[in-house]
Nanobody
Framework: QLQLVESGGGLVQPGGSLRLSCVAS????????IGWVRQAPGKDRERISC????????YYAGSVKGRFTISRDNAKNTVYLQMNSLKPEDTAVYYC???????????????????WGQGTQVTVSS
């Protein structure tokens, strides 16, 4: 069974940091770009970041650029999302997703996912 499993979410104070992990099972991440999407209550899903298969290209939405960093360790079959300077508006469920390709256009990250993780909750609150 092809799966992505996220972890690392939790409750953090504004200005704090979290690192999310996305681990693949049933397939190798090596050959695929991986993206991160978040969904806040009552809002549409927002594609916030994506990394190319080899890790040489990364893309960020304007809302997280300069604060979040996506990276990957293909040997561990894992993609990470380091989130710094967290704000209450970053509160959401965060999903990782496998995609055939990704890019950005006019500040928006673009990709169509074919495998989704189950999500991990991030809450930023004092």
């Amino acid at each position: 069974q092809l799966q992505l499993v996220e972890s690392g979410g939790g409750l953090v104070q504004p200005g704090g940091s979290l690192r999310l992990s996305c681990v693949a099972s049933g397939f190798s991440l090596t050959y695929y770009p991986i993206g991160w999407v978040r969904q806040a209550p009552g809002k549409d899903r927002e594609r916030i970041s994506c990394i190319s298969s080899a890790g040489g290209l990364t893309y960020y939405a304007g809302s997280v650029k300069g604060r979040f960093t996506i990276s990957r360790d293909n040997a561990k079959n894992t993609v990470y999302l380091q989130m710094n300077s967290l704000k209450p508006e970053d509160t959401a469920v965060y999903y990782c997703a496998k995609t055939p390709q990704c890019d950005d256009y006019l500040g928006s990250v673009r990709f169509n996912a074919d495998i989704w993780g189950q999500g991990t909750q991030v809450t930023v609150s004092s």
